[in-house]
């Protein structure tokens, strides 16, 4: 199973290079039903003038519009970065079944690091998580675009 995580995660960081290019936080996702990927994408909310356009966010928007539904059970949603709040809201809202995130992300993070939202009760649908996967490669690349970004 692990090789598969690998194999979608490195799909989510060409996704995260994508953003990249075009000025944004590298951080990309991919959602997977039964083995098969069903969506792409990445990071927008700069060039979208949207700040809920996280890459999570828009690879469930992609991921209804290409399954002719918002719910999207038996899914993986793999993401480069640890879920912020919103987007962890949004997984659980749309019945994810289990996210796989690459870096741990310990200002904003809810997948365990700042806190730990997907077992929360005030939820009615559980997600599994599992984080770490790729994490330097993940964890370098955002790394270095903010490195970057601090010295122009």
Do not use: W
């Not at 990309?28 to 083995?35: I, P, S």
């Not at 999207?72 to 709040?85: A, D, H, K, M, Q």
């Amino acid at each position: 199973m692990s090789n598969n995580h690998d194999y979608y995660m490195q799909l989510a960081i060409e996704q995260a290079r994508l953003a990249e290019k075009i000025g944004e936080v590298p951080v990309g996702a991919v959602l997977v039903q039964d083995g098969q990927l069903i969506a792409s994408a990445h990071n927008q909310p700069i060039i979208n003038h949207d700040p809920t356009a996280h890459a999570e966010i828009q690879v469930l928007r992609a991921a209804g519009k290409e399954l002719g539904n918002y719910r999207l059970p038996n899914t993986i949603l793999y993401v480069t970065l640890e879920p912020c709040t919103m987007c962890l809201g949004a997984m659980i809202h749309a019945r994810v079944s289990r996210v796989v995130f690459g870096a741990y992300d310990p200002k904003t993070g809810v997948c365990g690091s700042c806190q730990d939202l997907s077992t929360s009760a005030c939820f009615n649908h559980n997600i599994e998580v599992k984080g770490g996967i790729l994490a330097s490669e993940c964890k370098d690349l955002l790394q270095r675009f903010f490195k970057n970004r601090r010295n122009k």
